[in-house]
Structures are given as structure tokens and as C-alpha cells.
């Protein structure tokens, strides 16, 4: 393994560089061992799961080199084609239901929260999937488990529906008004008691993540109310 070229990207943890062609080296900033996502997303390909594929990891398990997926976010491509937002909505549930329908293997420990025996990604959300020229491809495999699929539908929702958005006033209110009709068009095909009774559970456990605003947990808690009380 070399020392990668150009720095492409970065997350909350990691950084994404152009490694080779067709590949990418994404590494842990805090010392994070990506050995557990290299091995999920290994097993997910094998299962015909539309992943990055796994390339090599480094020893000490802090660099990751995979395959390069190139595309515009679900979220950009959806910005840029708001006409499609009902058709994003059910590309993304079907993600979820693709995933959701793999038992998850005996190295994958369960979820953070959500009893269950399924694979579930516990991030799957518009900023996670890549359009790219051979189909979505979902990434960022940092939370996975073995879950309910019903709670990891109702994190995607909260997440969908309730952070925050860095725009102008005018530009804002466009937005959060077609990413309600994103997460509510995500929604429907899954039953609103079963999704009610995850979504508190959810809530509460999104407002442990120090990356949540104090506004953000507040929207969330309170739609997680009103969702119980139609319940």
C-alpha cells in the first residue's frame, strides 16, 4: 500500500483520496479502525448489495482502499432534479428493503439500538447514496448491525425530515419543503403505527450523536411525539 494522491473528500471521520485508477483510499482521522466496514462491505457485495468493493485494507486497519464511485449524493442529484423527488423516495426505500432483506452475518455485532437480526446501516439517508453511471451505490458502513429494520427506516426519516438547513431564508423554505416530500414520499410504504413506535427510540438515541444540534433534537423529539400521538 502507497501513500494516496489528492485529498477528494472528507467526512466526520475520514478522509476520501484519489489512490489509483478506479480506486480510493479513504482513512481515519482519529486512529478508527475500518476494519469492520471493509469486512460489511465485503460480505454486502458478495450479496449483490450495490457497495463500493473492498480492495485492501492496511494493517493497523486505518486505511481503507476501495473502489471509486463517482456521481453526484442522492441529495445533489435530487436538488437538480426536483421533478424526481417522488422517484428518489422510492429508490431509497428500495435500498433500504434490499438491505433490510439480508440476514446479517455472525461477525456483525448488533445495532447500537433496534433489537433485530438483519442488516441495517443506521445512516441511510440522500447524503449516503451515490448516483452513480451503473446505479446508486450506498457508503459510509460506520454504524452497521445487526437490527430492526423499522428503526433504521425511522432514523433515516428523523434525519431526512428534521436537520438542519444551511441555506438563505427564501432558499431554506424551498428546500425543506421538497425534503418533506421526500421523507414523507419515503414513508409510505411502510406502516405508520409500526414506524410511531420506532421513531422515540430513534429519537432519543440520534440525540447521543454530538453532531446533532440542540434545534435538530428538538425537531426530531417533537415529530417522534406527534407520530405517537396519531399512533
Known sequence: MHEPADLLASGRDADIFDYAPGLVLRRSRHARSLAGEARIMSFLH????????????????????????????????????????????????????????????????????GAGTQVVHMDLHPLNVIMSARGPVVIDWARPGGGDPMTDVAVAYLLMATAAVPAGRIQAAVIAAGRSMLADGFIR??????????????????????????????????????AAGRG
Request: net charge negative.
Open 189 to 226: 410504504r411502510y406502516d405508520p403505527a409500526e414506524l410511531a413506535q420506532c421513531l422515540s427510540v430513534a429519537a432519543e438515541w440520534k440525540a447521543l450523536d454530538a453532531n446533532m444540534s440542540a434545534v435538530e433534537i428538538a425537531a426530531m423529539r417533537s415529530l417522534a411525539a406527534k
Open 46 to 113: 458478495d450479496q449483490g448489495y450495490p457497495v463500493p468493493a473492498v480492495e485492501e485494507l492496511s494493517e493497523d486497519g486505518h486505511d481503507l482502499v476501495m473502489q471509486r464511485v463517482d456521481g453526484p449524493s442522492m441529495a445533489e442529484w435530487l436538488s437538480r432534479k426536483p421533478w424526481t423527488l417522488r422517484r428518489g423516495a422510492s429508490l431509497l426505500a428500495d435500498l433500504h428493503d434490499q438491505l433490510h432483506a439480508i440476514a446479517a452475518p455472525d461477525f456483525l455485532a448488533a445495532a447500537d439500538v
